[in-house]
């Protein structure tokens, strides 16, 4: 069973919601990403997302396109996010590490390649944005062969049917995005996002996560009430952007952000 799975399954035993935070490797400086990991888990976070840069983030908005230009700027490359996990799992071997990013770095770099340097390193699962089930047959294959979980996202305009493929080539859990459009922009429409996880929940036994348009520690608790794991991801970004002249108060700002975040969803989860 993969770290991905314990985690759900104890939260699930414990009658709590999960939080997957998301910043962006290398950003804004290399050296104060594992940092902020390590205060991100210590604050709450039962999953880490950890963006790999690239150059034309299409379902990103301007605050993580941002995130990956600064990135970007220092050269961080895939290999520099792999060696981050890795300095990560020198302290923490527990919480589960998920890759989000886009194809083109994991086809140059080579996918059996990719895959096993990423199981060496520690990482639990991959999110990769623009590639769909139908293209990602070979992908798939290779991360189920060296134990890393293959993430999809379905969006508030995937029909009953394609749900259904998109849940039988899933692995980890299923990120449901919340609003149409990109990350950090329009707010969440609760009643539409109570209906398409329920259709979804027909199609699959996966753990099911909500992401984009998550803001604060309000939203964050209500969505808590239908998902069994929330993600934020612009909100603590916006965070460092606006810290990038302070660079050793990073971890200790995006994990307050958190924790508020964190508390809220504990507030609701016991009143379930």
Partial sequence: MSRISQCFEKLKADGQTALISYITGG?????VTVPMLHALADAGADILELGIPFSD????????QKACERALKNNTSLHD???MVSQFREKNKETPIVLMGYANPLEAMGYKDFALKAQQAGVDGVLTVDMPPEESEEFLSIMDEHEIDTIYLVAPTTSAERMAKIASYARGFIYYVSIKGVTGTASIDMTEVTDKLSTLRQNTNLPLGVGFGIRDGASAAMVSEVADAVVVGSVLVRCIEEHTDRLEELPAAVAGLLAEMRHAINARDMQK
Avoid: K, N, Q, R
Wanted: hydrophobic fraction near 45%; charged fraction near 25%.
């Fill in 27 to 31: 950003d804004p400086e290399p050296w």
């Fill in 81 to 83: 996010v792999l060696d």
């Fill in 57 to 64: 983030p299409m379902a990103d908005g301007p605050v993580i």
